[in-house]
């Protein structure tokens, strides 16, 4: 389970564990919570009062501090984790679904004929597909795509590099995306 943290301008900076979460806490660095309460931790007993402190950590926080990610000159890296969940785990040429294990990164102009790895170059294919249309572009393969590569967001990014986003999280980047976006289920 990971904790969402934005700047205190609400913009996505990263996925942090709870113990990460309660290091902010504690540090009184949290301008603003949203979400629900995922975990409490117990602390030390004050001596004054005899009384324990406790930290209760939510599922996304607003953080005080100058931001790390500016989202105007982020270009997400691109990893095959992330492609597949770009492209909903469907091989672009044939449409038939694959596990991530069976996922490939298939470059639409191949690497051979100076085709760049970027994410508006690749999309998901199938093994055999991508065996199949080798070292030729789509053209010349008469291979046809079923979808555009994009280049997600700073939003689509935080929701493409986690697997296992709590509800309330992931109705929070949503809200965010571009109406195009290939993640509005
Ligand atoms: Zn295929």
């Known amino acids: 389970m990971k904790v969402l943290k934005l700047s205190a301008q609400g913009l996505p900076q990263s996925w942090i564990s ?46 005080q501090g100058v931001p790390r990610i500016n989202p105007f000159d982020l270009r997400p890296t691109l990893t095959n984790s992330k492609l597949f969940a770009r492209d909903r785990n469907v091989c672009a040429y044939c449409g038939e679904a694959c596990h991530d294990e069976v996922c490939t990164r298939e470059h639409i ?13 690749v999309v998901t294919a199938c093994k055999s597909c991508n065996h199949r249309k080798g070292n030729r572009t789509p053209e010349q393969a008469h291979m046809g795509l079923l979808y555009t590569p994009y280049v997600p ?5 935080f929701i493409l590099r986690n697997r296992r986003i709590l509800a309330d999280q992931m109705e929070f980047l949503m809200s965010h995306l571009p109406k195009n976006s290939r993640l509005h289920a």
């Open 18 to 63: 709870l113990e990460e979460a309660v290091l902010h806490y504690a540090a009184d660095e949290v301008r603003w919570e949203m979400g629900a309460e995922i975990a409490v931790f117990h602390g030390g007993h004050n001596a004054m009062t005899g009384r324990q402190s406790i930290i209760t950590v939510n599922s996304i926080i607003g953080t």
């Open 153 to 157: 967001s700073l939003w689509e990014d």
């Open 109 to 121: 102009v191949p690497l051979g004929q100076n085709g760049r790895d970027t994410w508006m170059n």
